[in-house]
């Protein structure tokens, strides 16, 4: 007889009021098996997990451990019996050592007081035995993302888990951290330890998981195994269609600058600015891609870029004019659109209906106003039009913007950004978390926007979507531009070790 | 758990009618221990507030209120909120009172300049905690609930003092000539209640059909998108607030000109208009329809709360306890509605 899974769910079922979020769900994971969860955003892959890590409990439905039957009244529970998370915000304390963090919660004691050397002595001989390099004594808080990553693994080895979840683990990670990571997931499986991945990156689950098990629509719709099946048959089973997963794109045309930027420089809070001397150009009819851990002054530089901050030295223009310190109204004005990183709490006015939503920006000017009064009429009908020309899935134009899925909400930010028809379109992260189809969709825009002669700087800590679209490549580091290179001499590996903060060799 | 979905039922309601029915309820309950009868109370209080020959003094009590509602609900719109009613009231209503004394004019070009006096004393005042945010950093709340303090002040000591009508023994300023008073239309009202159905209308207007009233609305629902479409938060801040306290200085001056002919100290914080205003327009979440009918409900309340204490046993005081119980439960529900997500 064969022994049992290490970790069986069965016929599980989660609602949320009218929304069923797992529905009969059956999942398997052998011992020393690394399994990839996958699907789309909503798919029920973050519900699956809460109720194997005794977050929150099953309608209906069994969870078997090895055999036997557990009901998890907490994650202490799921700990208690050797389950072990890694969430994606991390959930450490900064001013704290590496084995302080790890021990927390359970430390050694010599009566009443903490062992310390015991502590310190156990964690390193944890790091030495699985291969997960860190210094015991370093203050978490001055740890690349990376490390921290490795200290919650550790973190959960010291409670003894046997089965660990990863929840999009490397989506914070540069490509060399990234094949760390796989390294120590190798090592943890072959000791016999079981890890659930979730992730909705292809080719990640294609280099490191045995099997993959594809939820859409809170089901169960595919049982993969990864050495007998291809990314496009897993895409088809996210989204239950055919997907092109390549990026087509023709060569492009590049023609005269229409955004400038020289010596642009923001001081931050501390001696250190962060952005400093920043001087690039986007030609008309090209993508440029502006690639770095997240971080590292993309977000500061985009927003001296915009007006939404004055830059402390520098120069910025627009289609020639100069826009130096002026406001956001008059970059707008001087021709620039802008998908920013967060729509939520910049891109969008959830309280606010889509025609409201859609009109910002363009609210100033006829055929939306006339000299200060508004033309509602106008504004219901671009409204319209947008919703219907981007495909955006929404009741009316006058339901709430709160009311769309992340990857309508995005398509709805798109579609107002893209319909200023400005020269130079800046895109921040235009596809984070949205899913596959919107994807494909928004690719599809901005290489329509770079074809029409649109200058596009793309800002994406996705290295395939750099890789993918842009024709000339900026990697940031420390708020310095330390690359710009075609994309012909670009490769992953490069604009990884950039990223990292080593220069490339040449 | 069939108890708590039914309770989810009752908060998708329109919530202001829940929380209103809510404080019915519970003010009932309050007049029911203490002795009386509420259904005599309520009923008092309707016809106090509501009877044909009763319409005019709630009208008449009407008329600041809505003005200070229209004062607050401005800045909330743009998620501000202006704290300062009471001194930008006073400092209005100071202006309303002494330009006409001291300026040497025919009567209506008179009361016409003191009532634009006093909306831009009133405003500039509030425009000062705008400023302190945008330069400073200081907190709008917190500035402008602080500068009203010495403006009430200061302007006590003016009228007890230099500005004294020394031929009474009160703490007031002489009287307006007859000719800058406010024309009145019928019975106790007088042109004010026009000028304040004026100015909602236009604030309504500006709020629905402009392109100010769209950014203020925006920066309302979220002031980092507002932003980012190229809304000056600075500019507009400014704005907002100047708008609100030109309003409170007008209802200080249409007080004075209107019915007290007078700076009377303290007759005019006693009504705790900026108050019960700032009320209604939470009430309405700052949308100015909205607010105008909840101050117009909050000066029937309180009009018909002088009739109950007439007529019953009850003090009137149960009208503010009312209202307090609307914009308590409508608090609560907030946070409820917040958790439930």
Redesign the interface.
């Known amino acids: 007889m064969a022994p049992a899974p290490e970790l069986e769910a069965i016929g599980v079922v989660k609602r949320y009021g009218a929304l069923l979020a797992n529905d009969h769900i059956d999942l398997t994971v052998e011992s020393g098996e690394i399994l990839a969860v996958m699907g789309e955003n909503g798919a029920g892959k973050s519900t699956l997990m809460s109720l194997l890590y005794g977050l929150q409990r099953p309608d209906e439905g069994r969870i078997l451990l090895r055999g036997a039957e557990v009901r998890f009244s907490s994650a202490l529970d799921a700990i208690a019996a050797g389950m072990g998370m890694v969430h994606q915000a991390f959930k450490l304390f900064d001013s704290l050592t590496v084995w302080e963090n790890v021990v927390f919660g359970a430390e050694p004691r010599r009566g009443p007081f903490i062992d310390r050397r015991a502590a310190r002595a156990q964690v390193e001989s944890l790091t030495e035995a699985h291969g997960l390099r860190v210094d015991p004594d370093a203050i978490v808080g001055a740890l690349s993302v990376g490390v921290r990553q490795r200290i919650e693994i550790l973190k959960a080895l010291y409670r003894r888990a046997r089965v660990l979840i990863l929840d999009e683990p490397t989506a914070v990670l540069t490509p060399q951290e990234r094949d760390g990571l796989f390294a120590v997931m190798r090592r943890l499986a072959g000791e016999g330890r079981t890890i659930l991945f979730v992730t909705h990156k292809l080719h990640e689950a294609m280099a490191i998981a045995d099997r993959v098990t594809v939820l859409r629509d809170a089901r169960v719709v595919a049982r993969m195994r990864t050495s007998q099946t291809t990314q496009s048959e897993i895409v088809r089973a996210m989204t239950g269609r055919n997907v092109d997963l390549q990026i087509s794109r023709g060569v492009a045309a590049a023609g005269a600058p229409l955004l400038e930027v020289e010596g642009l420089t923001v001081a931050g809070a501390g001696a250190k600015p962060l952005v400093e001397g920043a001087s690039f150009q986007v030609r008309a009819g090209e993508i440029v891609g502006l690639a770095g851990v997240a971080g590292n002054g993309q977000t500061e530089l985009v927003e001296a870029l915009?007006g939404?901050r004055v830059p402390d030295k520098g120069a910025v223009r627009v289609a020639g004019a100069t826009l130096t310190a002026r406001?956001?109204?008059a970059?707008?004005?001087a021709g620039l659109a802008?998908i920013?990183e967060d729509r939520v709490?910049?891109?969008?006015?959830?309280?606010?209906d889509a025609t409201?939503n859609l009109?910002?920006?363009f609210?100033?000017a006829a055929p939306l106003?006339h000299r200060?009064?508004?033309n509602?009429a106008a504004m219901v009908k671009r409204a319209r039009e947008l919703i219907a020309k981007f495909n955006v899935k929404i009741a009316s134009e006058r339901a709430l913007a709160g009311s769309l899925s992340g990857g309508n909400l995005q398509k709805m930010v798109v579609a107002r950004e893209l319909s200023h028809e400005a020269p130079v379109l800046i895109a921040e992260q235009p596809t984070r978390g949205v899913d596959i189809g919107a994807i494909e969709f928004i690719h599809g825009q901005l290489i329509a926007e770079r074809d029409i002669g649109r200058a596009v700087l793309l800002v994406s800590a996705e290295l395939t979507e750099i890789l993918g679209l842009s024709d000339r490549i900026l990697v940031m580091y420390e708020g310095r531009i330390v690359a710009d290179m075609a994309r012909s001499q670009a490769s992953e590996e490069k604009l990884g070790l950039l990223m990292a903060g080593r220069t490339a060799a040449s | 758990m069939s108890v708590l979905a039914n309770f989810g039922g009752v908060l998708r309601a329109p919530p202001a009618l829940v929380a209103i029915g809510v404080a019915v309820l519970v003010g009932g309950l309050l007049v029911l221990v203490s002795g009386a009868d509420p259904l005599q109370a309520y009923a008092q209080i309707v016809v106090g507030a509501l009877w044909p020959q009763n319409l005019p003094d709630t009208l008449n009590w009407a008329t600041p209120l809505v003005g200070m509602t229209l004062a607050a609900a401005i800045p909330l719109r743009g998620g501000m909120i202006n704290l300062g009613g009471d001194g930008q009231l006073v400092i209005g209503a100071l202006v309303g009172a002494v330009a006409p004394l001291v300026a040497p004019l025919p009567g209506p070009i008179a009361a016409a300049l003191a009532l634009l006096g006093a909306g831009l004393a009133g405003g500039l005042y509030a425009a000062l905690a705008a400023w302190g945010e945008i330069r400073f950093r200081v907190p709008m709340l917190i500035s402008s609930l602080l500068l009203s303090y010495p403006a009430v002040g200061i302007v006590s000591y003016l009228v007890r003092f230099p500005l004294r009508d020394t031929t009474t023994g009160l703490p007031q300023t002489a009287m307006v000539p007859d000719g800058a008073r406010l024309p009145i239309l019928i019975g106790p009202l007088n042109m004010g209640v026009l000028m304040i159905v004026v100015i909602a209308a236009l604030v309504v207007l500006v709020d629905r059909r402009t392109v100010i009233g769209y950014e203020l609305r925006m920066r309302g629902a979220n002031a980092r998108f507002a932003a980012y479409g190229g809304v000056a938060l600075g500019r507009q801040a400014l704005g907002a607030m100047f708008s609100s306290g030109a309003i409170a200085g007008l209802v200080g001056a249409i007080i004075v000109l209107g019915g007290q002919f007078r700076y009377i100290d303290d007759a005019l914080l006693s009504p705790a208009y900026t108050w019960s205003g700032l009320m209604a327009a939470l009430l309405a979440q700052g949308e100015p329809a909205g607010a105008v009918l909840a101050g117009l409900f909050f000066a029937a309340l309180q009009t018909g709360g002088f009739a109950m204490q007439r007529e019953t046993s009850v003090p009137r005081v149960l009208t503010l306890v009312l209202q307090s119980i609307v914009i308590l439960f409508l608090a609560v529900r907030g946070g409820l509605g917040k958790r439930e997500r």
Not at chain 1, 345 to 352: F, K, M, P, S
């Open positions: 915009t939404l406001d956001v109204a970059h707008r004005h802008y920013p709490a910049v891109g969008a006015a959830l309280g606010a409201d009109a910002m920006g609210h100033r106003s200060g009064l508004l509602v």
